[in-house]
């Protein structure tokens, strides 16, 4: 009985770490663009990875900066470990040029992750 219960806390510690780590990624202050229609990704089930972009054009993943061949690798072994496929987030700061979220989506498309969304905040016209 015990080595169950020894488990079983294990398991509720690495869920506790994990979600903190997840919501780490959305907490990073960016100013979004805004957008007239869209959709809530977060009923999505998929396995997703977000990839940030602040102002200054840095690239970030699980809240570190990373060059567009770390980001490549990233991508791709989380693409093989979840055989059904998993989302890229793109939170970019509206301030951002497209010159630095170009990598992004050149990374994705080499990975070969076609689910690609963009974070954006709803334009309250």
């Not at 060059?67 to 700061?93: C, F, K, M, W, Y």
Request: hydrophobic fraction near 45%.
């Amino acid at each position: 009985m015990t080595p169950m219960i020894d488990v079983v806390f294990l398991l509720i510690i690495f869920f506790l770490v994990s979600s903190t780590l997840a919501k780490r990624e959305t907490l990073l202050d960016l100013d979004l663009p805004t957008a007239a229609s869209g959709r809530d990704s977060q009923a999505d089930s998929t396995p997703h990875v977000t990839v940030n972009v602040d102002a200054s054009g840095v690239v970030l993943l699980a809240g570190s900066p990373v060059q567009p061949a770390e980001l490549l690798a990233r991508l791709r072994a989380e693409s093989e470990r979840h055989e059904e496929g998993i989302t890229v987030r793109v939170r970019s700061d509206r301030a951002a040029d497209y010159a630095s979220v170009e990598p992004v989506l050149a990374a994705c498309a080499e990975a070969e992750v076609w689910n690609v969304v963009f974070a954006v905040y709803e334009d309250k016209q």
